[in-house]
C-alpha cells in the first residue's frame, strides 16, 4: 500500500445548500469538492481506522484475512482485546450507519423514543417504501398512500427530525436502492432494518439485516454484537453472456446451499468472473443472499464499483478507495470455511419456485417439471423490478426485450408490472425512453416502492384461493406472500426470463429455443436482451424526496395520539421474576416451514407495524398446526375450545398462563421483521423451542426477552404434545454453553426430560434477565 495512505485522516461528507459537498483532508488532497446531495453531516470514510485494524488484527491471527473478516474486523470496538473465533464467538463492532424502512422504522424509533436518548450516534436513515399498495398505477398508488398513512409518515418525519435521522420521503424509492445509489461504499458496515439489506455488499459493503432493538443499539452507540461469521467464497470464473445474468448466479447457489446453508456466514464472491458482472448486478447477487440464510454478502472492490460510485456523484470515494485497495480484496491464500464453484461461461438462466426460493430449476427444464408437478402453466402476470432488479441495466435489458416484440406486433399476454427502484432510475428510465417501451408492450409502472413484492398489491384477477402461476424478478417467493392467496405459485427469476414469459404468457417457454409468432404469422426468436451498465447521459435524480434532520431537534415535539390505531407508545417488558418457568402451556406446535410471514404476516398488517397490541392479531396466524393440519385454529386448554392462534394466546395472558411455541427446522426464515419476536413477548410467550432458528429471528426473541431454544436431539420435537405442560428448568443458572432442561408433563400424568441448547452469551443472558434488551440499555444509562 503506498505509504501515504495512513496519513489519509478522513473524508467527511457535510451537507450543503441543495448539494452534496465533500471535504477531503489528508496529505495529497487539501480540499476536494463534489456536486451531491442527501448526506446528512458528520458522516465519515473512515479507511484510516479500518486499515489500522485490519493490521492489529492479522498480526494477532497470524494468517491471510478475508474480506469479509477485513471489513468487520476492520469495525472492531476493540481489535487489540476481542476474542475472535469464527463460529463461536461474539464480535462487538462499531457500524458506520443505520438504515430504516418505515415498516420497520416506526417500531425502531419507538424503541428509541423509550430509551431516553436525545439524538443518534451515527448517521441514520429511514426511508419510506413499504407502506404503499400497488393498485392502479404509480402516480396514483402513491397519493392514495400519502393520504392513507398520513399520521404515520407524520411521524416518521417529526421523529427523524428531532432524534437526527435523516427522512427519505414516499416516493423516493426502495431502501437498498437508495443505499447502494447513496450511501453505501467498499469497506463501510451499514446495518438495516430489512433483511436485504445485504444488496449493498455490490458495492463492497458489509451490509446486514438486522431487527429495530439491534438499530437502536447502534443509534445509542452501543457497540452491536455478532457472533463471529463463517465465510463462505463462492469463486466465479468465466463470463456472464446471453441469456444469463447476475440473477441466475444466486438462484443458482440457492439451489446448492438451500435456504438455511447460509446461516452464521457471510458469502465472500471472489475469482475472475467477478469482472463480468456490474456493479448493480453483484448487488443483485447479494441481495437474494438473505435467501440462503446468510449474515450477508459481499464482493471485492473492482473497476466495477469505482465506476458506479463516479456515476452516483461519489468519485472521491473512488480515489480514497484505489488507495486502500489492499483492504478491500481478500488477502491471497486466505481459506474459506467452505467453497461453492460457478463457471458463468457454462450457468444456464434459471427460475426458483414455487413456494421456496432454493427449489431451483434451468429454465429448460422448468415446464416440463411444471407438467409433472401440477403447476399451472399459463402465467397470469410478470413482475419487473423490487429491490433485487430494478437497475438501469436490468429495467433497459428488459426493455430491450419488450421493444423486439412490439417490432413484431407483439404484447404481453400476461399482465405486466414494473416497478422502478428509486425515483433516480424511474426518472431515468423516463427519459431514456424504457418506461414507453416497457408501457407500450402491456406494462404498467408502478411507484418507487416494495409494492407487490411483500404483499402490497390489491390484486383483482384471480379470487383467493385459484390456483395461478406468476413470474417475477423478486427475491421471495414464500406461500401467499405477493397477493396472500395461498394458491398462487410464484417463481423468481431474471428480469429478463419474466419478460419474456409475460410476453410468451406460459411458464414452458424457453427463450433460447423456442418461438414466438408475430402479428403476420411469422415465427421468430428474441434475440439475447442488451442494455447499458449505466446511463450514457448521467442519471436524472428526478424529484428531491429528502428530508434533512435539523442540527438541533431538541424543541422538537413527537406527537403519538393515545387513540390511534396506527401507532402506541410502547411499556417495558417485565422483568423475569428470578424462578424457573413451571407448567407453560403449548400455545400451537408448527408444522413444517414456518417463516417470519408465518408469524407476523405483511400485507394489510403492514398499517399497524406501529401499534404492537393491534399488530399481534396477525401472530402465527399463517402457521399450519401439526395437532390439526390448520392454519391458525389452535385448542384453548382453558376452555376446550379452539379459536385463532393470538385469541387463545390473549386469553392465557388474561389468566396469567405462560406459553411456548414448539417449531421446526430453520424457524423464522425470512424478514427481519422484530414484530415476529415482539409479538409472542407482548401476548405472554416465554419461550419458543425448535430444531433450529434463522440467525436474525433468534437474535430478535432475544432481544424482547423470550428465550429461543433449540432440542439438543432434533427427534425430541416428536415428545411434545400440544396438550402437554413444559417447565424449563436452570434458569437460575443461566450461563453461556450450559444447557437447560425442559420437563415434559402430559395429559396422561407421565413426564419426560428432555436437553435443550441456546446460544446467550453473559450480556444477552443480561437482556432476559431485565426483560428485554431496551430495559437492560436503561438500566445502565
Known sequence: MASYCLTVTRLRLVLGSGARRFHVCSAFNAKAKVAMSRFEPNSTVNYEKMHENINIV????????????????????????????????????????????????????????????????????????HLIEAQIGGVEDLQRAKEVNEEVYNFLASAGAKYGV?????????????????????GVMLIGTDSHTPNGGGLGSICIGVGGADAVDVMAGIPWELKCPNVIGVKLTGSLSGWTSPKDVILKVAGILTVKGGTGAIVEYHGPGVDSISC????????????????TS????????????????????????????????????????????????ELKP???????????????????????????????????????????????????LAKQALDKGLKCKAQFTVTPGSEQIRATIERDGYSKILRDVGGVVLANACGPCIGQWDRKDVKKGEKNTIVTSYNRNFTARNDANPATHAFVTSPEIVTAMAIAGTLDFNPETDY????????????????DELPTKDFDPGQ??????????????????????????????????????????????????????????????????????????????????????????VKNLLTGEFGGVPDVARHYKANGVNWVVVGDDNYGEGSSREHAALEPRHLGGRAIIVKSFARIHETNLKKQGLLPLTFADPKDYDKIRPDDKISITGLKTFAPGKPMTAVIKHSD????????NHTFNANQIEWFQAGSALNRMKELQ
Request: charged share 20%; glycine share 10%; hydrophobic share 35%.
Open 298 to 345: 459481499v464482493f471485492p472492490y473492482n473497476h466495477r464499483m469505482k465506476t458506479y460510485m463516479e456515476k452516483t456523484g461519489r468519485g472521491e470515494i473512488a480515489v480514497l478507495a484505489d488507495q486502500f485497495k489492499e483492504d478491500l480484496v481478500p488477502d491471497n491464500g486466505c481459506e474459506y470455511d467452505q467453497v461453492v464453484e460457478i463457471n458463468l461461461s
Open 58 to 129: 492479522r498480526q494477532r491471527l497470524g494468517r491471510p484475512l478475508t474480506l469479509s473478516e477485513k471489513i468487520v474486523y476492520g469495525h472492531l470496538d476493540d481489535p487489540v482485546g476481542q476474542d475472535i473465533a469464527r463460529g463461536s464467538t461474539y464480535l462487538r463492532l462499531r457500524p458506520d450507519r443505520v438504515a430504516m424502512q418505515d415498516a420497520t422504522a416506526q417500531m425502531a424509533m419507538l424503541q428509541f423514543i423509550s430509551s431516553g436518548l436525545p439524538r443518534v450516534a451515527v448517521p441514520s436513515t429511514i426511508h419510506c417504501d
Open 516 to 531: 414466438l409468432t408475430a402479428a403476420n404469422g411469422e415465427k421468430f426468436m428474441l434475440e439475447p436482451p442488451t442494455g
Open 350 to 400: 434459471h427460475i426458483n419456485g414455487p413456494f421456496t426460493p432454493d427449489l431451483a430449476h434451468p429454465v429448460s427444464e422448468i415446464g416440463a417439471t411444471a407438467k409433472k408437478s401440477g403447476w399451472p402453466l399459463e402465467v397470469k402476470v410478470g413482475l419487473i423490478g423490487s429491490c433485487t432488479n430494478s437497475s438501469y441495466e436490468d429495467m433497459g435489458r428488459a426493455a430491450s
Open 166 to 186: 435523516g427522512f427519505w420521503k414516499p416516493g423516493s424509492g426502495i431502501i437498498h436502492q437508495i443505499i447502494l445509489e447513496n450511501y453505501a461504499y467498499p
Open 749 to 756: 400424568g407421565s413426564q419426560e426430560s428432555i436437553t435443550l
Open 280 to 295: 448493480t448486478g453483484m448487488a443483485t447477487i447479494c441481495n437474494m443472499g438473505a435467501e440462503i440464510g446468510a449474515t
Open 544 to 633: 428531491d424526496t429528502y428530508q434533512h434532520p435539523p442540527a438541533d431537534g431538541a424543541a422538537l415535539t413527537v406527537i403519538v395520539s393515545p387513540s390511534s390505531n396506527r401507532l402506541q407508545l410502547l411499556e417495558p417488558f417485565d422483568r423475569w421474576h428470578g424462578k424457573d418457568m413451571e407448567e407453560m402451556r403449548v400455545l400451537i406446535k408448527v408444522k413444517g416451514k414456518c417463516t417470519t410471514d408465518h408469524i407476523s404476516a405483511a400485507g394489510p398488517w403492514l398499517k399497524f407495524r406501529g401499534h404492537l397490541d393491534n399488530i399481534s392479531n396477525n401472530m402465527l396466524i399463517g402457521a399450519v398446526n401439526i395437532d390439526n393440519e390448520a392454519i391458525n385454529k
